[in-house]
């Protein structure tokens, strides 16, 4: 069985501050860890993705993941936000083996930036 | 450019209409889903298709039915749906159905049933 939880429904940052999106997740399997960005009325966007090699892994614009077994957590943060990274935020967790992957999704995140 | 295109973008129908939504794939993968994203809940999944070959069904009510004709295609046809079915669906693909693999969607399409 496998769980991800967002810890935040909703962020708000003022533009420039830095960016924290809380994940944790739980799994049977050695996981991978995907974080997507949904912009409104758009598909889902690869952000970054863990697949057991470094911890801490770089993204698109600017996020970066860190992957803590110890914590089961895999939080998404970027040093300085911008007006565009206004979206929907989604962990995903990715756990089996062969075919019998499954993907489970958080809730998501909602990250406002003010100016 | 998201390398999945889905069509229509919008789509209103009334519960005896029949539709079909569909989405195309250029990027040599071989797996196919289709997602429902409704308003506070997270995705859930609803088809998965590999190789033409659908190997997974969430319990989906019949009133949705896919069709995958080729690995670069899939349909998803809909009729006498209800208002609750309203939601975003969403088509993804990956390369394999492998635990490492990311999706890719596509913009999906907004239903509103009516």
């Known amino acids: 069985a496998q769980s991800v939880t967002q810890l935040d429904s909703h962020v708000s940052v003022s533009e420039g501050t830095p960016v924290l999106l809380r994940c944790n997740y739980s799994?049977?399997?050695?996981?991978?860890l995907f974080w997507y960005v949904q912009h409104p009325n758009k598909g889902l966007q690869l952000l970054l993705k863990?697949?057991?090699?470094?911890?801490l892994v770089k993204g698109i614009n600017g996020f970066e993941a860190e992957f803590k077994k110890s914590e089961t957590s895999f939080h998404l943060t970027k040093p300085s936000a911008h007006m565009s990274d206004a979206a929907e935020y989604l962990c995903?967790?990715?756990?089996?083996?062969?075919?019998?992957?499954?993907?489970?999704f958080g809730t998501g995140t909602r990250l406002q930036v003010t100016l | 450019e998201t390398g999945v295109t889905q069509t229509p973008r919008h789509l209103v129908m009334g519960m005896t209409n029949k539709k079909s939504l569909k989405c195309e794939q250029h990027l040599g993968h071989n797996a196919m889903y289709w997602y429902k994203q409704s308003a506070k809940k997270p995705l859930e999944l609803m088809f998965v298709?590999?190789?033409?070959?659908?190997?997974e069904n969430n319990s989906v009510p019949s009133r949705f039915s896919p069709e995958c004709p080729n690995s670069s295609h899939l349909f998803l046809h809909l009729h006498t749906l209800q208002p609750e079915d309203s939601a975003l669906y969403l088509c993804?693909?990956?390369?394999?159905?492998?635990?490492?693999?990311?999706?890719?969607f596509g913009n999906g399409t907004r239903l509103t049933v009516t």
């Open positions: 995903v967790v990715s756990a089996g083996t062969g075919t019998a992957s499954k993907l489970t």
């Open positions: 993804a693909s990956s390369p394999d159905r492998g635990y490492n693999s990311p999706l890719h």
């Open positions: 863990y697949t057991s090699a470094a911890t």
């Open positions: 298709y590999s190789l033409e070959e659908r190997v």
């Open positions: 799994s049977s399997y050695s996981p991978s």
